[in-house]
């Protein structure tokens, strides 16, 4: 058994008596007459942020949450139930539960325990440890200082640190059996500037599957990486202190390196995920093999970057993670699988079964998708645009997979006037329809970037970390959402 | 299969010795003050999808948070984890982040004097002790009146019911200990439209504390195909500037913008565009906005707030005038000014409205575009600009044109509150937010 099953099993099972030993016999319990496949998944999870405003540290809070998820599977039918507790009672009650939805059918067997060998992609030692509570605390402090003297505009600073760090095991039916520990942290900066009567916001932030140390080491420009998050809030803010109306209608844009990958996550990912195709509602259903985007995109999740806020080294179902190509020269090659919808479609899992916590059923979820890089040169893009918009950063996105419509919003975008970029424009929010929109990528850059690590996923009520990134790129059409002219 | 046992006012003693020990332990381990909130909720969603079973899923959650002080030093902390030690550990760690926070001056307990004394009996708990197999046939028989309904039902993303019951304790340091057990549930129905190569998706549900007060599942199903179907042959249309009407199931969204506002939280980190805007004419003059927290069965009905005080009615916007802004203690103190029981939000809002319902408000319209839904979050509350993802109806002398997609609707939400026209009688229900639907004079539409 490896180290980190041994340690994780150490401390999620056997305060409540229960050894990995035993687990084939609950799942024996689940795996009865109709049950094609059940899994438990323990969880044990510590969080803590801190928070700074008005100069001074005045939130903290710290949480523990700990539990098991219990889950059965008949053809497409999934019983569910889980509890805080961990013991063999508490296992048996919800077992009992979640295979209620079985009626009849073959007989199941378990299988004996395998795990597959993970590439260890972070560190398993406690991020929250590296740093104590009076260095946190200074660290904001310092950030704050530091960012209220960079320029006399600045209304307000508000700064957060925040830490996760998760300790999981699955088994299943399948013989699955796997453990992981994850960490995860994230900075935080918001900046409020006035000038002339008029305030706008901006904020920046960063972070990944790694310790509270990563803010304190030097990023490209040798600056301390916290002071470049301050530095990149307040410049977007200080852009959008000018910012004129946003134009409105069809016209040219391009696309920002890095965050503004959302447009992928949104346009092309979702869409692809195996639970929406299975069930036939995503506009990309049974799609593959057909072209959905220009030639020039190549599309991948890949789940097993180093250190990346989107990486697992295994997914929620105990399945190693994997670089999965969705979309090839323009073709669609394939869908993002968790275990069930991968049995139901007939393909393998692609290592994306995730979920936000025991108390949640896994589904199929991105991990870090991109887009890889091209030819074109970033400046050459601006300038074969006459008349469009240069996002440079955006807020969020949303998308609606059956009729393919997705939306995001700017938080610093620009005018491209004659093949320049001009005057900054407010935010506004763009729409357009996923396989069309990328079907009018044009040019794509050399400039391949991946975000800074904040991005989380909503689906269904089910938040997870995810990143994005993309190189520079244009879309020959699409519409802008402002007011002006 | 084993019926949703019931948690209801029997788990209330309990929870309340619980946020007594938790109170204790804190003042043992040293705290000065302390607040704390223990809950415990159970729960059974069952999704079924083209007449099969899809999930059924059984919840039960427990846990506390606590917030404790040390003088004028705060730290929270909270777990799912129960038992003496969990209580133990969880004030030490709520204890250790409070030594290290900075002493800020507003931070601290409500004064005891402003304690809620008498909780209001607010008929909240109507506990459904409905079995899985009888959930499940409530949302087939919905989704099956949603493929009967209409040949181009061809789909569907599935229909769900959920019942949930659950009990919360609040008590502080200053002698407040208040709780009560509430219920909530609901049906909802996910259904797919196909026709000449579209695909349209929509959905319809009801919600409700008591079970029995749900609407026919069928005529949910009914009302979902209906509208996907009437999605069918979208287009943009040319980008121009028209009327727009929210319809009322969107519009409570346009007076939570609204209420984020003029919240304290976002007022005194100088981030809302109505900060100062106290006593301003923002709306026109015939528009009120009332909190009614002691609404029987409302779905955002409270006798206490988050910080234990008593919760009260009151307008926010009288005469179209902005008369108070949504204070907890800890902001009225950022900003000067008396809490107005409003920490953790706004409990039960009601829209004033004519008596003109959708159809009547077409015809006021005449030309522009009806809104039935709205995308992304482009909304920037430092400065009031709006812009977001639409889809919904165009509309000529009155009528409906054919259905929109891929448009945006942007505007400043100042200018959007002086230009609503009218506000219909046609109340959303579901919502803590009670609005008809609202007619906006003028508003940039971006599409082809």
Known sequence: MSDMLLSVSE????????????????????????????????????????????????????????????????????????????????????????????????????????????????????PLDVLDRAEKVELLKRIDVATRALDPRIKQVSVSLAGVWDRVLVAAVDGSLGADIRPLVRFNVSVIVEQNGRRERGGHGGGGRTDYRYFLERDERGEERAMGYAREALRQALVNLDAIAAPAGSMPVVMGAGWSGVLLHEAVGHGLEGDFNRKGSSAYSGRIGERVASSLCTIVDDGTLAGRRGSLSMDDEGIGTQCTTLIENGVLKGYIQDKLNARLMGVAPTGNGRRESYAHLPMPRMTNTYMLAGQSDPEEIIRSVKKGIYCANLGGGQVDITSGKFVFSTSEAYLIEDGKITAPVKGATLIGNGPEAMSRVSMVGNDLALDSGVGTCGKDGQSVPVGVGQPTLKIDAITVGGTGA | MSEVQVIGPQALPALQQQVEAVLAEAARQGASACEVAVSLGQGLSASVRQGEVETVEFNRDQGFGITLYVGQRKGSASTSATGEAAIRETVAAALAIARHASEDESAGLADAALMARELPELDLYHPWTISPEQAIELALESEAAAFASDARIKNADGSSLNTHQGCRVYGNSQGFVGGYASTRHSLSCVMIAEDGGQMQRDYWYDVSRQGELLADPASIGRRAAERAVSRLGSRPVPTCEVPVLFAAELAGGLFGHFLAAISGGNLYRHSSFLEGALGEQLFPSWLTLDERPHLPRGLGSASFDGDGLATYAKPFVAGGELVSYVLGTYSGRKLGMPSTANSGGVHNLFVSHGSEDQQALLKRMGRGLLVTELMGQGLNLVTGDYSRGAAGFWVENGELQFPVQEVTIAGNLRDMFKQIVAVGSDLELRSNIRSGSVLIERMTVAGS
């Open chain 1, 11 to 126: 401390h999620l099972l056997a305060p409540g008596g229960l050894s990995i030993e035993q687990l084939p016999s609950v799942l024996g319990d689940l795996a009865g007459p109709g049950i094609d496949a059940a899994d438990l998944y323990f969880q044990s999870q510590v969080s803590e942020t801190w928070a700074l405003e008005d100069g001074i540290v005045k939130e903290g809070s710290f949480n523990l949450d700990q539990g098991v998820g219990v889950r059965a599977q008949s053809g497409e039918k999934t019983g569910f139930a889980y509890s805080n507790m961990i013991s063999a009672d508490a296992l048996r009650q919800a077992a009992q539960a979640a295979r209620s939805i079985a009626r009849a059918g073959q007989s199941g067997r378990v299988q004996a325990f395998s795990s597959p060998l993970l590439t260890p992609l972070y560190a398993p030692n406690n």
